[in-house]
């Protein structure tokens, strides 16, 4: 199992590094963009989001072990499609308005996840994915607030 989660964890890692090499970020629209009070420091996504890929890659390792061709795998699949995509939205095609639809469709999908986890009696990975649900709302409020205050 464990190799199974470092390799998705390098899958996700690698995906998101050659979308930014693909569709580099513009930091220069980013920093003039108005930003909540909120928003934290620019260091604390990528740590954050090391931490979440963590959560993201066991989890998908999980149902990819135990639920491999089930719904429950295909909505994380499409979960993790949605959350590489986000970034290269924001960021370099500079559409909010876009990647706040698909981060509430990451929340949705997430959403359905956590109700799988919960009607298993899946406690750690209900609790672990909950984690990742806080920040992704966390997330889709600067993002909210981006698109109505530029």
Do not use: C, R
Request: hydrophobic share 50%; glycine share 2%.
């Amino acid at each position: 199992m464990l190799a199974l989660v470092i390799t998705i964890y390098i899958l996700i890692l690698s995906s998101n590094f050659v979308l930014q090499k693909i569709f580099p970020n513009n930091q220069t629209l980013y920093d003039t963009l108005v930003k909540s009070q909120y928003n934290p420091p620019n260091y604390i996504f990528p740590i954050i989001w090391l931490l979440l890929y963590l959560i993201i890659s066991y989890s998908y390792a999980q149902s990819y072990t135990y639920s491999y061709g089930s719904t429950l795998f295909y909505v994380w699949t499409l979960h993790i499609i949605l959350n590489i995509i986000w970034s290269p939205i924001f960021f370099h095609f500079e559409n909010p308005s876009l990647s706040l639809i698909v981060i509430g469709s990451m929340i949705g999908t997430l959403a359905y996840i956590l109700y799988n986890y919960y009607d298993t009696k899946n406690v750690v990975l209900f609790w672990l994915n909950i984690i990742y649900l806080i920040w992704l709302t966390f997330a889709f409020y600067l993002n909210f607030y981006v698109v109505v205050h530029n």
